[in-house]
């Protein structure tokens, strides 16, 4: 655990305030984040975590930024995984594109949260069982298999529980009605299928976190890295979906590169475990070493794709585009269509 003083916390939380009222502000009327807005984003997302890891290198020392940064790369990494469930819950309720920011914004907050809690209770649970990292490498490796096994995913947004339990609490009608969550029909409030689309969202991250968790508790078992290396990567996903929208079908070696990541994370949670229990003469990863993996891997995956693409024929359409069929390019004010 490193001595983390009060202002650096504060100066993390102060950071993410303020990013994402910077964010809201920007994005405040619904429109159509294109290649060039969503790249620019990107950028400054990547440079202000980038930036937070030299903060990390020079205050906490280069071992606790190396932790940061390869736990970043990590959750950077493992969160295209939710790009791909992005479209498809975008394309099952074929949200607009013009509002699709909104409901990123919202999940984005929850899963901040989440996480949160997530993270400060794996911290806890490995800080007093070292033994647990036995099962959260089996966890991992399962991940793994998941990953390269090819059966196609069943993923029904419509049908997730959080969805189920939204429609129980409160009745959903079946239209949208501009960017909004809640309308008044009969002097009655409803919830518009957009607070659906956020309640799958939210489910979405939900699962993932169960990946997510083990694998960056690898990485560092302090609550500071952890935690700030998590919310950077989040804070940048929208910005990553709206860039690669439309792309994430070329990445076809990414899966592998991912289970070659996850695999790789699972041998170092059981080196790690063995270490501590079992004798101290068994050799750990050293977190430069899981840094250069992670990146090489993640190269060469891209550099895969990108050199042997996926034949026109057998690459599937973005579900994302019945959405775009369906919404006004610059005009959001225009009715919009019907959810299912």
Do not use: C
């Not at 970043?72 to 939710?82: H, I, Q, T």
């Not at 911290?123 to 490498?137: D, E, G, K, M, Q």
């Not at 419509?158 to 189920?164: E, I, L, P």
Request: aromatic share 12%; no cysteine.
């Amino acid at each position: 655990m490193y001595e983390v003083p009060l202002w650096l916390w504060a100066a993390f939380a102060a950071t993410v305030l303020v990013s994402l009222a910077v964010d809201l502000l920007a994005h405040r009327t619904a429109h159509v984040i294109g290649f060039k807005e969503a790249a620019t984003w990107s950028g400054l997302w990547v440079g202000l975590a980038l930036i937070f890891a030299a903060v990390v290198f020079f205050v906490l020392g280069p071992t606790a930024g190396t932790e940061y940064t390869t736990a970043w790369l990590l959750e950077k990494s493992l969160s295209v995984d939710n790009l791909f469930v992005f479209a498809v819950i975008f394309g099952y309720f074929k949200v607009p594109r013009a509002y699709q920011h909104r409901v990123l914004f919202f999940g984005v907050i929850g899963a901040l949260v989440f996480r949160g809690i997530f993270l400060s209770l794996g911290v806890a649970v490995v800080s007093r069982f070292t033994a647990v990292l036995f099962v959260f490498a089996a966890v991992l490796f399962y991940s793994t298999y998941k990953l390269l096994k090819e059966e196609e995913d069943t993923f029904d947004p419509g049908n997730s529980f959080a969805v189920r339990l939204l429609r129980r609490i409160i009745p959903v009608r079946d239209e949208y009605a501009g960017a909004k969550f809640f309308v008044k029909e009969a002097g009655k409030r409803v919830a518009t299928p957009l607070l659906a689309v956020v309640a799958a969202i939210e489910a979405a991250d939900l699962v993932f976190a169960v990946d997510s968790v083990p694998a960056v508790l690898a990485v560092s078992d302090d609550a500071f890295i952890v935690y700030t290396s998590n919310a950077f990567a989040i804070l940048g996903l929208r910005a990553l979906y709206f860039m690669l929208s439309g792309l994430l079908d070329r990445f076809h070696y990414l899966n592998v590169g991912l289970a070659v990541i996850l695999s790789f994370i699972g041998v170092k949670l059981i080196l790690q475990a063995s270490h501590k229990l079992i004798s101290p003469a068994i050799p750990e990863i050293p977190s430069p070493v899981s840094l250069a993996v992670i990146a090489a891997v993640l190269a060469v995956s891209i550099a895969a794709s990108m050199r042997r693409p996926v034949p026109e024929a057998s690459t599937p359409r973005d579900p994302t585009t019945d959405a775009e069929r369906h919404e006004p390019d610059e005009r959001p004010e225009d009715p919009p269509p019907r959810a299912p």
